[in-house]
């Protein structure tokens, strides 16, 4: 895993026990093959204020790219996973785990 994913998937680790983390996109620069940007889905516990949430990680993200976040309650990411063509199906397919729960 990248430093940049992994300084990222620390960060949230901080603020937040996730169930688990997706990333399901990277953006490279043509000419070094630099990251710049990336995309992760986290999935929280049910209950969770994914708004708030989302915010705080945000603003814990120390990583010097680009980050876009994706947060889903576990309830609303199974129910979307059944969902072929929802965006949380799309994620699933195309995305790799890079965290996840051991409870």
Known sequence: ??????????????????????LYNEKRTLSTGKLKALSLCII????????????????????????SLNVYPADEWQTLLSEHSSYAAWIARK???VYESET
């Open 1 to 22: 895993m990248n430093d940049l994913i992994a300084q990222a998937v620390r960060d949230i680790l901080t603020v937040c026990h996730p169930q688990k983390i997706l």
């Open 44 to 67: 929280v516990p049910n209950g969770t204020n994914c708004r708030q949430l989302r915010t705080n990680l945000y603003l814990a993200i120390s990583v010097d790219i680009s980050v």
């Open 95 to 97: 995305g790799q785990v």
